[in-house]
């Protein structure tokens, strides 16, 4: 199979589908593989390096996309890219329809079978590929989120875990998952004062037990919720719906509710957002401000750190690469309930039941597709 592997060209994008080590296991597998020029810049891999491993090397964007049977991406695809995609080409990428109503209807009007990586199952409930970066996101939230309460940023002038004498800063992460877990233990490990809302008790149990009492774990309520917006210097959302929308759990209203300078960084801004007054952001310029409170909403947080994220993204991603290399889309999907899960659009069909529910769009289940 061909396969090509484009350089991102989302706002300070950063990251690459493929490592030159996951283009040997192609290569040795008989599989050709096109990398455009500079793909692998941002995450340290040079050129050369994917030579040496194997894969043909181009500027020429449009004979690869037009050439290759499988594209590999890490974000969903920008406007020109999704002008590329044509009837019997695979697409292999982060998707997150829910919340880009027209790059749905675009890829339904492109013809081709897509297949998004934060969909796909494993045997005990998870998200094997959105595992990944989830981890990284949340580890930056935090991050952020303490750059966020410094006062050149807009923020209270807080230090998050306080020194001797003074207070850590309250951190309330709301939603208890991948992204929470990994977000509380950075704010534990720093020292800030830590609770998870969630509405699983027993996930709330897990972390209990885990983490032996030192972070706080309250089931998710209006009441509950609201008084973490009341106390909290820093609110991650951490809310994941698979597949569709997030929620918004606070309001505008809410955030007069907030003290002056608090932050909100919202994790779930690739779904939406969980918070009302969220609005995509860029590295660029990733925060801003409204009534008061510092707000943090940058789709593609990991972007940031490539190298990291593009090494653990692969080691998620090569089985189900290989299996489409060597098998095609619909054997692999075939005999991979899991994988299955993962297709989201078919030549012009709709597979995905929450995207369709949000944007009012009909859908066929991947197994009738499967079976026509």
């Known amino acids: 199979m061909h396969i090509g592997v484009p350089k991102e060209i989302k706002n300070h994008e950063y990251r690459v589908a493929l490592t030159p080590g996951g283009v040997r296991e192609l290569v040795a597998r008989g599989h050709r593989v096109s990398v455009q020029t500079g793909a692998g810049g941002g995450a340290g891999y040079s050129d050369d390096a994917y030579r040496d491993a194997g894969a043909e090397v181009s500027d020429d964007i449009e004979a690869l996309w037009a050439a290759a049977e499988l594209i590999l991406k890490v974000k969903e695809p920008q406007a020109e890219e999704v002008a590329r995609l044509r009837s019997g080409q695979t697409l292999f990428t982060y998707l997150h329809l829910a919340a880009e ?11 081709a079978t897509c297949i998004a990586y934060e969909t796909i199952t494993d045997d005990q409930g998870g998200l094997p590929l959105l595992a990944p970066m989830s981890r990284v996101a949340g580890r ?68 209990d037990h885990r983490y032996q009492g030192s972070i706080r774990t309250v089931y998710s309520t ?31 209203a809410m955030l007069a509710e907030m003290k002056p300078g608090s932050v909100l960084v919202d994790v779930a801004i690739d779904q939406g ?52 290399a060597d098998k095609g889309w619909k054997k692999a999907l075939t005999e991979d309930v899991h994988f299955r ?24 289940t991947a197994e009738q597709l499967l079976q026509a």
Request: hydrophobic share 45%; with cysteine; charged share 15%.
């Open 222 to 252: 209006t009441e509950t919720l609201e008084a973490a917006v009341r106390e909290s210097d820093l609110i991650i959302g951490a809310v994941l719906v698979p597949g569709a929308a997030a929620p918004k759990l606070i309001t505008r």
């Open 273 to 324: 957002g969980c918070f009302e007054t969220s609005k995509p952001t860029t590295h660029a310029e990733p925060s801003y401000v409204v009534d008061g409170i510092v707000h943090y909403c940058v789709a593609n947080m990991p972007g940031a750190v490539a190298r990291t994220s593009t090494q653990a993204l692969t080691n998620a991603t090569q089985p189900f690469v290989l299996a489409l």
């Open 140 to 207: 930056m939230a935090i991050q952020a989120g303490a750059h966020g309460l410094e006062k050149a940023q807009g923020g209270a002038g807080i230090l998050l875990p306080g020194v001797p004498g003074v207070a850590p800063a309250k951190v309330t992460v709301i939603g208890g998952g991948v992204v929470g877990e990994n977000a509380a233990r950075m704010a534990l490990g720093l020292g800030a004062d830590v609770t998870i809302l969630d509405k699983s008790l027993p996930r709330l149990e897990v972390l």
């Open 101 to 111: 109503e027209r790059l749905t209807r675009g890829l339904l009007d492109s013809g």
């Open 341 to 364: 899960a993962g297709l989201n659009v078919h030549a012009g069909k709709l597979t995905h039941a929450a995207v369709g529910e949000t944007f009012g769009l009909d859908v066929v």
